[in-house]
Every structure is written in C-alpha cells, then in structure tokens.
C-alpha cells in the first residue's frame, strides 16, 4: 500500500488550460506539502498544510491554488497553465513539521 | 534563514571506490539534516538523518555521514560505489522546533563508471 501517492502520474496539456493534481497519503501524518522539482532538479516548496490549514505559502503565482480538504489530502489546482509550469511536482507528508519527508513519485507535467 | 549548500553539481567515481558527496549547512539553531536519493523517474526516498542524537549516522544501503557542528558540514559517504547508487542526491535541513519548512541543496548527480 503505497504511503504517499500522487494522480495523476503525467499530465500533457496546452497552454491556458487548467489542470489538479491530487495527493493522499495514509501514514496518519498531519502535515502535507507541494514541491516544484524544475528541469534541473531543483526542489522548491510551494505549499505546506498541518491539519488542513495554510502554513506556508512561498511566492507562488495566485494561479496555483492548494485545497485540504482533510490532513490525508492536499490537491493542487493549476489554472491558465504556461510553458514555465512545467515541472514534476511532488507531494510530501511529515508529522508535525519535522522528522523526515516522505514523498510521493511526482506528477509530470508538461505544457506545451 | 536556513540554507544547504551541496558542492559538486556531478559526482563520478569508479564502482568499488569510496563516494564522498558534500553538504554544508548554514542554521540559526542546531538543525535536523536528511540525506534522500532520486533515481530516475521516482520520489525521493529517505536515505538517513541527523536530529540531534549520535553524530555519526547510518543509514540504508550502506551509505553514513557525520554531522560537524565545528564545520557546518554533513557530509555522505559510502565505503564501495556499486553501479545502483547511480542516482541523484539531496541533502536537506529542517529545524527540530518544527516550522514546517524543509530546504533542499541543488542535488549531486552520483555516477558510478564500471
């Protein structure tokens, strides 16, 4: 039973569309992430959640727009997609902000 | 503010050679330091951690490194390359008192020559 998991696995889209990425995890964690892993491997955090409320929420376009709907879930909308966007995006879940991340395969995606 | 620092973007050693893979860390409080590996195409997966217990710290796969308060340094190393230690490596901080944040180094690309 994977710990953390990410659907979907790859997204191909165009420009100005919309696209969710959705995570869950059932470790009985209560603080979930988003990264952006960029073409040169580069982790950024974009979002993190404990017990569905906002924690961090770095310098990330207005167009991304996470969602908890419970502390086993953390999805991520992308409206109006462009080229830079691009990117494989990682879920992650740690307990309470500290131990280590676990992490989910990421999701490809790519815009063309 | 927290920061990693991983010298060595590319990393080439010969199977059955030590490996030694850089991380300097820079922290305002004693931290916690992880180590993941990336192979290709999947999540990263822990390797070992430091939080604040034994400095020498072992981890899977064979790999250990040692936290240096004195040099801000925890550092990976692995006795003997193996071809499947080809992978990407992070080292990353976090402070114990739990602000959510953990901050990625730029990652060394580990290549083994057979």
């Known amino acids: 039973d994977t710990a953390v998991s990410q659907t979907p696995k790859y997204l191909v889209t165009q420009m100005g569309n919309d696209k969710s990425i959705k995570c869950e995890q059932n470790?009985?964690?209560?603080?979930m992430y988003w990264y952006k892993q960029d073409s040169k491997k580069f982790l950024k955090i974009m979002f993190s959640?404990?017990?569905?409320?906002?924690?961090i929420n770095e310098t990330v376009p207005n167009r991304f727009s996470p969602k908890s709907p419970d502390k086993a879930h953390l999805n991520l909308h992308i409206n109006s997609l462009e080229l830079g966007d691009s990117a494989v995006y990682f879920c992650?879940?740690?307990?309470?902000?500290?131990?280590?991340?676990?992490f989910g395969e990421g999701s490809r995606l790519t815009v063309l | 503010a927290q920061s990693v620092t991983q010298l060595g973007s590319h990393v080439s050693v010969s199977e059955g050679a030590l490996v030694l893979l850089r991380c300097n860390y820079s922290?305002?409080?004693?931290?916690?330091l992880f180590w993941y590996v990336q192979y290709p195409n999947q999540g990263l997966q822990l390797l070992l951690k430091?939080?604040?217990?034994?400095?020498l710290v072992k981890g899977i796969n064979g790999f250990e490194a040692e936290f240096k308060k004195s040099e801000t340094s925890f550092h990976l190393t692995k006795p003997s390359a193996h071809m499947s230690d080809a992978a990407e490596y992070f080292c990353?901080?976090?402070?114990?008192?739990?602000?959510?944040?953990?901050?990625f180094g730029t990652g060394t690309r580990l290549k083994v020559l057979a």
């Open positions: 430091y939080t604040s217990a034994a400095t």
């Open positions: 990353a901080v976090s402070e114990p008192s739990g602000t959510y944040k953990y901050i």
């Open positions: 992650a879940s740690s307990q309470s902000g500290a131990g280590e991340l676990f």
């Open positions: 959640y404990n017990n569905k409320e906002l924690i």
């Open positions: 470790l009985g964690h209560d603080t």
């Open positions: 922290s305002s409080v004693p931290p916690y």
